[in-house]
């Protein structure tokens, strides 16, 4: 059974970057899109950013300008690069992938931002 597995988390001061990374573990027919999504301590799991095979990139309000999502369609990879983290960015984050028979999650990758 294919799963996401994600890198690059971890703990991070205010100001500072890190990138995500997110590939399958074995090769999905038919995707339609990939993203982050973050889920924090109580909340809900919220998108944060994702890009359409064939389209777009579209990103949380909270996020744009700071973070950028790239993805490589032949590998069905992507990686966020997360600038100017803020202390509101703490989560677990999770990657998604979207394919027309079934949708994969990843495990999660914790981000902490903090002094």
């Known amino acids: 059974q294919v799963q996401l597995q994600e890198s690059g988390g971890g703990l991070v001061q205010p100001g500072g970057s890190l990138t995500l990374s997110c590939a399958p573990s074995?090769?999905?027919?038919?995707?339609?899109?990939m993203g982050w999504y973050r889920q924090a301590p109580g909340n809900q799991r919220d998108l944060v950013a994702s890009?359409?095979?064939?389209?777009?990139?579209q990103y949380a309000d909270a996020v744009k300008g700071r973070f950028t999502i790239s993805a490589d369609n032949a590998k069905n990879t992507i990686s966020l690069q997360m600038n100017s983290l803020k202390p509101e960015d703490t989560g677990v984050y999770y990657c998604?992938?979207?394919?027309?028979?079934?949708?994969?999650w990843g495990q999660g990758a914790q981000v902490t931002v903090s002094d």
């Open positions: 890009v359409a095979w064939g389209g777009g990139a």
């Open positions: 074995g090769p999905v027919a038919s995707v339609n899109n």
């Open positions: 998604s992938l979207a394919a027309v028979r079934r949708h994969y």
